[in-house]
């Protein structure tokens, strides 16, 4: 099971498989060049979403340090944890060979509350009547696998109230891979652009920004206070079990925070690293970076899982990084993901 998700089913992996791959990754020492800025003002669609243009390039998809690095880095963090990585690697290089526009922030509650009203559109939490997750801190650990204080699924819970406050610059949450779906296909019938889910590749692409280490600002796990809102001081008071995993500064927020309240990325992204899971359109395959293409990959041809990214709220440092992959089915509606949409550039005409 991944930490802080719905059930699914994992497996742990060998910690010999692990550190041979390490091993493998240590030796490769070339490292694409960061491409060259392209920042100019974000794009504004009509529901008030900013994108921001990520130029084409080349950089190294996933790999994880040795065994011994991240104990050394997560030392409250037992051995298995550090071991259930093998789906990360291999590094491999990849490249994306065309400019997207990505979403500035993660898709807010008042720009999913406007999609809702102009297109009609029902989200499956209150489609089906089985509702979404939901915080409730009456809700008894002791009686739950998972020992935190979400429960579901539940009609009280929803988008719109997924047990605590959010305003509409929060990203929005219980959402499903199906509702994004939705969202991307109704602004591509609107406004005659593609929208789209990234692929896990444009997601980590963006997500480093040029980097190589664990996270974009560094290999520091502390420093994520003021780069994104993971499970720190603020939110670990809600539980007492894991409150030695929370990092050691505050940032004020116990739950979501409003979108870009952070450090951005060397790409002008902000948010790519907590406050909300994100939504990818691939399937997640174990092995599927060992049989990657080089050129914009998207995953395998069939799953039963969607890969989502990047951490949230409650999420520990160790599960916060560019390169680590979580997933769920695409009907999961849960209080820590929701999403970000690519709109994609069109190709330029040839040149007479």
């Not at 929803?158 to 406050?165: D, E, K, M």
């Not at 305003?167 to 652009?193: I, K």
Request: glycine fraction near 10%; hydrophobic fraction near 35%; charged fraction near 20%.
């Amino acid at each position: 099971m991944r930490p802080a998700a719905p059930p699914a089913c994992r497996h742990w992996a060998s910690g010999a498989v692990l550190l041979a791959l390490s091993a493998l990754i240590a030796g490769c020492q070339h490292t694409p060049s960061p491409p060259a800025s392209t920042a100019t003002s974000p794009w504004v669609n009509s529901l008030g979403m900013a994108f921001v243009r990520v130029p084409a390039g080349t950089f190294w998809m996933g790999g994880v340090p040795p065994i011994e690095a991240l104990e050394k880095t997560f030392p409250l963090l037992e051995r298995k944890r550090l071991t259930d990585l093998a789906d990360e690697s291999p590094a491999h290089e990849v490249q994306i060979t065309r400019d997207f526009y990505l979403g500035q922030h993660e898709v807010t509650v008042g720009q999913f509350h406007r999609f809702l009203e102009a297109s009609g559109y029902q989200p499956e939490s209150e489609a089906d009547g089985t509702g979404g997750y939901g915080y409730n801190p009456a809700y008894d650990p002791a009686t739950t696998r998972r020992g935190d204080a979400f429960e579901g699924r539940d009609p009280r819970y929803s988008w719109r109230n997924p047990g605590f406050a959010q305003g509409p610059d929060h990203p929005v949450v219980n959402v499903t891979w199906n509702d994004a779906q939705a969202m991307a296909q109704w602004l591509s019938r609107t406004e005659g652009h593609r929208y789209r889910l990234p692929t896990e590749a444009e997601w980590e692409y963006a997500c480093r920004a040029g980097s190589r280490s664990l996270y974009p600002h560094g290999d520091n796990p502390q420093e994520l206070v003021s780069a994104g809102n993971t499970f720190d001081q603020a939110a670990a008071p809600q539980w007492p079990r894991w409150r030695q995993q929370a990092l050691a500064g505050n940032d004020g927020y116990a739950f979501t925070a409003p979108v870009g309240r952070f450090a951005p990325n060397a790409f002008g992204l902000y948010d790519m690293l907590g406050n909300a899971w994100e939504w990818t359109g691939d399937w997640h395959g174990d092995t599927y970076y060992a049989e990657s293409p080089r050129n914009d990959p998207t995953g395998p041809a069939e799953g039963s899982v969607r890969v989502r990214r990047g951490g949230s709220w409650h999420t520990w440092a160790l599960y916060a990084r560019c390169g680590y992959r979580n997933w769920n089915s695409p009907q999961t509606r849960y209080t820590l993901v929701g999403m970000r949409l690519v709109r994609e550039i069109a190709a330029e005409p040839p040149a007479r």
